[in-house]
C-alpha cells in the first residue's frame, strides 16, 4: 500500500491550505491516519490524527501549536484524508507526511507517537512565508 501526499505549495502567513493524503488500496479506509510535519532542522513531529469509526466516529487528535487552525478528516469513499490549513503561520513550514496505522483505534498516546504508524507517504513541502 502506497500514501501519496499533495497539495504543498508556498503561501503567505493568515493564509489557507489543504493538503491531501491518497492510499492506493482501501487497506487502511478504516485505519488510524495521520499527519506529521519535519521542519529544516528539526524532528519529525505529530499534527494531527484520526481514526476509524468508533461507535459512529472518527475521533480526532492535534497538537496544541495547530489545534483550532488545523482540521483532519477523511473521505472513506476516496481512501483520502484532508488536512485543512488555516491561519497559517511562518513556523507551520515543513514538509507535511501522511502515515498509516494498521489498527482502527489509537489511544492518545499512540495517535501521536512516530513509531505507532507502519506506513508512510513521500511528504508535501508547505512554505509559509511571514
Known amino acids: 500500500v502506497q500514501l501519496q501526499a499533495s497539495g504543498g505549495g508556498w503561501l503567505q502567513a493568515g493564509g489557507s491550505l489543504r493538503v491531501s493524503c491518497v492510499a492506493s488500496?482501501?487497506?487502511?479506509?478504516?485505519?488510524?491516519m495521520g499527519w506529521f510535519r519535519q521542519a529544516p532542522g528539526s524532528e519529525r513531529e505529530f499534527v494531527a490524527s484520526?481514526?476509524?469509526?468508533?461507535?459512529?466516529?472518527?475521533?480526532?487528535s492535534y497538537a496544541d501549536s495547530v489545534r483550532g487552525r488545523f482540521t483532519i478528516s477523511r473521505d472513506k469513499a476516496k481512501n483520502t484524508v484532508y488536512l485543512q490549513m488555516n491561519r497559517l503561520k511562518f513556523e507551520d513550514t515543513a514538509v507535511y507526511y501522511c502515515?498509516?496505522?494498521?489498527?482502527?483505534?489509537?489511544?492518545?498516546?499512540?495517535?501521536?507517537?512516530?513509531?505507532?504508524?507502519?506506513?508512510w507517504g513521500q511528504g508535501t513541502l508547505v512554505t509559509v512565508s511571514s
Open positions: 484520526i481514526t476509524g469509526k468508533d461507535r459512529g466516529i472518527n475521533w480526532v
Open positions: 502515515a498509516a496505522r494498521r489498527s482502527r483505534y489509537c489511544d492518545g498516546y499512540e495517535c501521536r507517537d512516530i513509531h505507532s504508524y507502519d506506513t
Open positions: 488500496e482501501d487497506t487502511y479506509s478504516d485505519s488510524v
